[in-house]
Every structure is written in structure tokens, then in C-alpha cells.
């Protein structure tokens, strides 16, 4: 159930894969092709990626096809 709350928000998301992969937020942020406070300000939720971010993001994560669907389906859920 914590992790199915967690995974409900695209910022909880990125922080479980961040955490099971046992990376660091400045690990990841360099994966992703992208700053670190970028990184962090998708994990606390400030900010939101576009889908195509997200799309692009699965891809340099290394995340499963499986994984890819649920970041967008997450990220479509909390768009305006």
C-alpha cells in the first residue's frame, strides 16, 4: 500500500526508482540529461515534465517498458 501511494504521483515514482536502484538524486540527474535541482524539483512535485520529457526520461533511466507506460500514465493523470 506505501508503495502504491508513492507510485501515485509521478515525483514518488521517480523517487522509488531513484531509491531501488540505489542511486543518487545526482546520479540520476545525469542519466536523466538533466540538472540536479531539475531532478529534485520533479521528485518533490514542484514541477511536472511534458510528456515527451517523459517519454525520453524512461528511455535514459533504463526503466522497463512496463515502468515507461506507468511513468506516462502517471503523467497524464496529473496534467491539467
Not at 542519466?31 to 524539483?41: E, F, I, L, R, S
Not at 521528485?43 to 511513468?71: C, D, F, N, Q
Amino acid at each position: 500500500a506505501e508503495v502504491e501511494q508513492a507510485e501515485s504521483t509521478f515525483g514518488g515514482f521517480l523517487r522509488l526508482r531513484r531509491q531501488w536502484s540505489q542511486k543518487s538524486v545526482e546520479e540520476m540527474a545525469r542519466k536523466a540529461g538533466v540538472d540536479v535541482a531539475t531532478w529534485q524539483a520533479w521528485e518533490a512535485g514542484e514541477v511536472l515534465p511534458s510528456v515527451t520529457e517523459v517519454e525520453a526520461l524512461g528511455h535514459r533511466i533504463y526503466v522497463s517498458s512496463t515502468a515507461r507506460a506507468r511513468m506516462l500514465e502517471i503523467r497524464k493523470a496529473m496534467a491539467p
